[in-house]
């Protein structure tokens, strides 16, 4: 299943031409797309979809969800997707 995860940028850079940014998921960092947001800031919480930031979001609705799939045992399953098997 893939959901998109709120988190909250740390970073922006750029990468050959994208606007890109580093977006921590409740202490997990990854690297994200943020061309879809262009007017997003560090500091900002955005939804982030198989690596793309989709949306912006309020602080209190990023937290609220990302308690809620942290409860259901999502939020570490749905943060390794795509990474390699060790």
């Known amino acids: 299943m893939c959901l998109g995860i709120p988190g909250r940028v740390t970073e922006l850079f750029d990468q050959h031409g ?3 940014g580093r977006v921590d998921f409740g ?10 947001v262009p007017e ?12 793309f930031a989709i949306t912006r979001l309020d602080e209190e609705s990023a937290l609220e969800t990302l308690e809620h799939l942290r409860a259901i045992g999502g939020l570490n399953e749905e943060l390794r997707a795509g990474e390699a098997a060790p």
């Open 40 to 51: 997003v800031v560090v500091g900002d919480y955005v939804i982030v979809h198989v690596g």
């Open 27 to 36: 202490g997990v960092v990854k690297e994200v797309c943020l061309e879809y």
């Open 18 to 20: 994208a606007k890109m």
